[in-house]
């Protein structure tokens, strides 16, 4: 089958597979995803960029010291 404009299936697939990805917000979601953990990673007291138990145990031991610590006065 001739399409009458000259638009066969081939050039729809690849517009499509152009537009496609031209609106893929996927492809970049770990990147955002990290970027977004990193500016919000109150918790991760040591700053090892992981959020375990070593970071419970510097709050326990700022919350015991009643946080004079993490205060510079
Ligand atoms: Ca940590």
């Known amino acids: 089958m001739t399409p009458e404009d000259g638009i066969g299936q081939s050039d729809v697939d690849a517009a499509y597979e152009e537009g496609a990805a031209s609106v893929d917000i996927t492809s970049d979601n770990d990147a955002a995803y990290d970027e977004g953990v990193a500016s919000v990673m109150v918790g991760d007291a040591n700053g090892d960029g992981a959020l375990d138990v070593l970071?419970?145990?510097?709050?326990?031991?700022?919350?015991?010291?009643?946080?004079?610590?993490?205060?510079?006065?």
């Open 55 to 73: 970071d419970m145990v510097m709050f326990i031991e700022q919350i015991v010291d009643g946080g004079t610590s993490k205060r510079k006065r």
